[in-house]
């Protein structure tokens, strides 16, 4: 059998591919890393040459005897061996780790001479100060510059406005002053523009109106006057608006009705005034509005009833007037309404129990009437409803109330009357204020039932009970305040009640100006239930009795208020061991001896009154000014502020 010879035409496939990567190599031929350029490495040198700390070693791989592009860390540079990418930020992050660094030093004008960099990383590094040299405005390269979180002062040079192609530029939280620059408004490549947390002065430049690609404006925390320039309406980008905490005055301009893609909207913390626009229907992405904290005055518009994505408004602290709009309750997408602390009159729109999806609710502070529309009962997803200090005169709370599942209800001053309701029992109320109204009668047992409450306020109203051996049970309460009732009894099932650890303990404590009687459990600084307050008021009530030393156990403790309880002997010298000690009012006891020396020289305390005891001796030096008037009412005692004492 004749075996057949192979073809001359077929090349083995080993052949080809070695042809075929010789082809590839001549057409394309592999470009190879120049070394850095010694330009560039000079002017990294230069801006090393300027620091004088840096803890964490973050330029340590910089030296001149190696290569810039291939050694140094947080450097990168093109084929041509130009540095085109510096990052050393002060705070990184990966899956398995956190770096949270600094550096001293100051930004070295040497840097303007990197021709090719692209982009600039020099945030979170705490201690680099001094000025952003203006050098950096030669720079026409840069997409991106961040030096954010540092401690840079002096005003943000015009040359900034020459870095033409930069798309984010991120200089908050230093110490910069003087006005922003209007040549900022350049820049017209800028998506994100931050300059919040510093010291700038003047107005937000007009300039920015041409800034159309800008997505992100965060202006706040500086001292920017003037108006909301109307020019801002031209920067249609437009979706994270922040010029909070600034001293803006002015109107809203209407222009900024044309800014459809805003999601996001901060202006509290300023001084504006005049109506909320109509314009404001033009907003058709708003999210998240926030006007809080200015003059805004007159009513709210009927448009705003088109803010179909609205899920957050936050209105409080301003000056609107006039009745809430039935409009708002086509708003069916909010989940959080603040209004409180306006003049808003007349009643509360029934339309509001469209609002299904609603979690907070907070009307306080208004001049709104009742009743309370019924249509609320739909609101099945709301934790918290404030409706405290408006003039609804409820006499009783609804008992559809109970449905509602609330966890924090605030009813103060709404004039309740009478006794409490039952239902109260079974509610998962973590927060209760029934405070400023005229609820009278005892102290149910069944309110040791509530054992989901953290904060309880009954303060200002007309309780004779003692306080009921139930109250033990409430293991979450952390804030208590039970002031000017007609409360007697022991205190014990207060300060001996049970706690869920790590919660359940006391927070604060005000049972002033009541009939409570005592003494005070002379192991009251020693109770888990009190060793994490911050306040404790007891003044006002019958205790007599001494000060018990172990309140100087209380190392958290920041008030102590135990005026006009009868409270005799001395003040002990263990209050000197609650170092955090702000405030200490004895007053109007008959306490005897001299005042210790440890309390009068304890750091933080800022307001002392001991007036109208029995004490006696030399008033100790201590670090605040008080006025005599904190000493007066006892003969015994002379020194600073009282006349001198005599030889």
């Not at 014990?492 to 049972?511: M, Q």
Request: one cysteine or more; proline letters at 7%; hydrophobic letters at 40%.
């Amino acid at each position: 059998m004749n075996e057949r010879a192979p073809s001359s035409s077929a090349a083995p496939p080993l052949q080809l591919l070695l042809l075929l990567l010789v082809i590839l190599q001549f057409l394309f031929p592999v470009a190879h890393q120049a070394a850095c350029s010694e330009a560039d490495k000079a002017a990294l040198l230069g801006f090393k040459s300027g620091i004088v700390s840096d803890p964490s070693n973050l330029l340590g791989s910089w030296n001149s005897s190696t290569d810039c592009c291939e050694s140094w860390e947080g450097v990168s540079c093109n084929h041509a061996g130009r540095v085109v990418w510096l990052s050393r930020p002060g705070l990184l992050s990966g899956d398995d780790f956190i770096l949270d660094t600094s550096m001293s030093g100051t930004i070295s004008p040497a840097l303007g001479d990197l021709a090719h960099l692209v982009h600039l990383d020099l945030s979170d590094l705490k201690h680099l100060a001094g000025s952003i040299p203006p050098p950096l405005g030669k720079l026409t390269r840069l997409t991106f510059l961040d030096l954010h979180g540092n401690r840079l002062t002096g005003s943000i040079p015009d040359s900034v406005g020459r870095l033409i192609g930069l798309r984010q530029l991120y200089v908050g939280l230093n110490q910069f002053t003087g006005e922003i620059p209007p040549a900022i408004g350049n820049i017209l490549a800028l998506t994100e523009l931050d300059l919040s947390e510093n010291h700038l002065t003047g107005g937000i430049p007009a300039s920015f109106g041409a800034l159309v690609s800008v997505t992100k404006l965060d202006l706040h925390g500086n001292n920017i006057s003037g108006g909301i320039p109307p020019e801002i309406g031209g920067m249609a980008a437009l979706s994270y608006l922040d010029l909070s905490g600034n001293r803006l005055t002015g109107g809203i301009p209407p222009e900024i009705g044309g800014l459809s893609r805003l999601r996001l909207v901060y202006l509290n913390g300023n001084q504006l005034s005049g109506s909320l626009p109509s314009s404001i229907s033009g907003l058709s992405s708003i999210k998240f509005l926030r006007l809080s904290e200015n003059r805004l005055s007159g009513r709210l518009p009927e448009s705003i009833g088109s803010l179909s994505k609205l899920e957050r408004l936050i209105l409080e602290n301003n000056r609107i007037t006039g009745a809430l709009p039935e409009a708002l309750g086509r708003v069916v997408t909010l989940s959080e309404l603040y209004l409180a602390n306006n003049r808003f009159s007349g009643k509360i729109p029934a339309s509001l129990g469209n609002l299904t999806g609603l979690q907070t609710l907070d009307l306080s502070r208004n001049q709104l009437s009742g009743p309370i529309p019924p249509e609320l009962s739909a609101l099945k997803g709301l934790q918290t409803l404030d409706l405290s200090f408006n003039p609804l005169n409820l006499r009783t709370i609804p008992v559809w109330f109970s449905s509602l599942g609330l966890f924090r209800l605030h009813l103060a001053g709404t004039g309740l009357v009478g006794a409490l309701p039952e239902w109260l029992s079974a509610s998962p109320l973590s927060t209760l204020d029934l405070s400023s109204n005229k609820l009278s009668g005892e102290l149910p047992n069944w309110i040791g039932n509530m054992s989901t409450l953290a904060f309880l306020n009954f303060s200002h109203n007309s309780f004779r009970s003692s306080i009921p051996q139930s109250f033990r049970n409430l293991s979450l309460l952390m804030d208590l305040d039970l002031r000017s009732n007609r409360l007697v009894g022991k205190l014990e099932p207060i300060f001996r009640k049970s706690f869920a650890d790590p919660l359940g303990r006391f927070n604060s404590i005000d049972i002033s100006n009541n009939r409570f009687s005592g003494p005070i459990d002379a192991n009251i600084g020693n109770l888990e239930s009190t060793d994490m307050i911050e306040k404790l008021v007891l003044s006002g009530n019958p205790l007599k009795g001494k000060i018990p030393p172990s309140i100087g156990n209380m190392s958290r403790l920041r008030v102590l208020e135990l005026s006009g309880n009868g409270l005799v002997g001395r003040i002990p010298e263990e209050l000197g061991s609650a170092r955090e000690l702000v405030a200490v009012d004895l007053s109007k006891n008959r306490l005897r001896g001299k005042i210790p020396g440890r309390v009068m020289g304890l750091v933080n305390l800022q307001r002392f009154d001991v007036s109208d005891n029995r004490l006696s001796g030399k008033i100790p030096a201590y670090n605040r000014s008080f006025p005599a008037k904190c000493f007066r009412g006892n003969r015994g005692l002379c020194g600073t502020p009282l006349p001198p004492c005599r030889c």
